[in-house]
């Protein structure tokens, strides 16, 4: 059951300074991120360097090993506990 929801979309943006355009990150929430079709997507949108992926995960050390092994770059995601099933 993994959810991605986009917060925010990645744009380009014209600086004042020489008209040199920028890359703007967007910001997506995965859950379920620590294993199968969550963490192959966070892998992918982590890997084009246009997003930077929360993995929401129940077990954060599993999530950080997933990630480290995976092969994600550290600067394009963070791992945030949630367990969705809690009150």
């Not at 620590?34 to 949108?45: H, I, Q, V």
């Not at 999530?63 to 949630?82: C, D, F, I, Q, W």
């Amino acid at each position: 059951k993994t959810k991605a929801v986009a917060t925010t979309t990645p744009s380009v943006t014209q600086t004042s300074k020489g008209g040199k355009k920028t890359l703007r990150k967007g910001t997506v929430i995965i859950t379920g991120a620590s294993s199968g079709l969550g963490l192959a997507t966070a892998r992918s949108l982590a890997e084009t360097g246009k997003w930077h992926v929360i993995m929401a995960c129940r077990d954060f050390l599993k999530a950080e090993r997933a990630a480290k092994s995976s092969g994600m770059p550290k600067e394009n995601y963070t791992v945030m506990h949630l367990d969705l099933a809690s009150f």
